[in-house]
């Protein structure tokens, strides 16, 4: 199976025309056209529906595409194993994270790693929907949750601390929760559909019901309406620590508990070998989130 031919799929179901991505893979739009069609001879199905004015994959170029891309990564991962360690990643890393997470941690570490990587192309998709890695044709995922999908691998990369946070104002008007049992009296500013919070007491995991006036789905609303004095929020230290340091918020500590934690993980399609590419970026994440 011609590894060109895969390329050129790969660069279809990613949105390319195929005189882009003949551009992209150095050949001439006729010969991206010819080895398409060669692949689809060898694999005995149309890949590729073409029009005059587009190209969408087939359902059976949908089945097909993870394979071609397994078998892409595969020689790319052969070829990194012979490489030397100080010529860095190369081809193009996929990933994926929450919106948040990606703005206020990836994204600012991103031009020093591609700096690093000068062969390195990278494509992040920041979105708080959970997006599946091999139908999407993603290298990796950060995440930041209870993980349940045993059919991939996780990799721990740090702690990831909650506070408890509310205004000075906020805290002036209403007073500040000492005991968990508190918050029920207090305003408390959580993700739409949240109902309880999640604590860790000295002698186990408990929860405790929330109420508010205040609901968002995302935490940089709850963050906003947590400095404008609208109630206590429930948010990750690596999230807030601009915001404490400058006072715009305050850390509330509770006598008898404090909120449970949920660890900062990457997520990856199962592989004999991880590629280069995705081992330099997880690398490169886990030492900035240990700073």
């Known amino acids: 199976m011609d590894f060109l031919a895969l390329s050129i799929l790969a660069e279809v179901a990613g949105g390319s025309s195929l005189s882009k991505a003949a551009r992209t893979l150095r050949i001439t739009p006729m010969a991206a056209t010819r080895q ?3 692949l689809e001879t060898e694999v005995g199905a149309r890949l590729v529906h073409r029009t005059t004015r587009s190209l969408a994959l087939t359902p059976e170029g949908q089945s097909f595409l993870p394979h071609a891309r397994a078998l892409l990564e595969e020689r790319a991962s052969a070829y990194a194993s012979v490489r030397p360690v100080t010529e860095g990643g190369f081809g193009l890393l996929r990933l994926t994270s929450s919106v948040a997470f990606g703005r206020k ?19 992040l998709m920041m979105t708080d929907s959970l997006v599946d890695l091999v139908t999407e044709g993603l290298d990796l995922a950060i995440r930041i949750s209870k ?10 990369l740090a702690d990831n601390p909650r506070v408890l946070l509310a205004s000075p104002d906020y805290m002036e008007q209403h007073g500040v929760p000492e005991r968990l049992s508190d918050l029920a009296r207090h305003e408390c500013l959580a993700v739409s559909g949240t109902t309880h919070w999640s604590f860790k007491t000295a002698e186990l995991l408990t929860t405790a019901r929330i109420e508010g006036r205040f609901s968002a789905n995302s935490i940089e609303g709850l963050l906003q309406a947590c400095m404008g004095g609208l109630g206590v929020a429930n948010l990750s230290l690596w999230f807030v620590r601009d915001e404490i340091a400058d006072g715009r918020v305050k850390v509330i500590e509770l006598q008898d508990a404090h909120p449970e934690p949920l660890d900062v ?3 990856y399609p199962t592989s004999r070998m991880v590629p280069s590419k995705v081992r330099l970026f997880i690398d490169a994440l886990a030492a900035r989130l240990k700073r």
Not at 105 to 123: C, G, S, T
Not at 147 to 156: I, K
């Open 105 to 123: 941690v990836i994204a600012p570490m991103i031009p020093d790693f591609m700096r690093a990587n000068p062969a390195l192309k990278v494509d």
């Open 147 to 156: 993980l349940n999908d045993s059919s991939l691998v996780a990799r721990r």
């Open 265 to 267: 993980w990457a997520v």
């Open 36 to 38: 398409l069609s060669a």
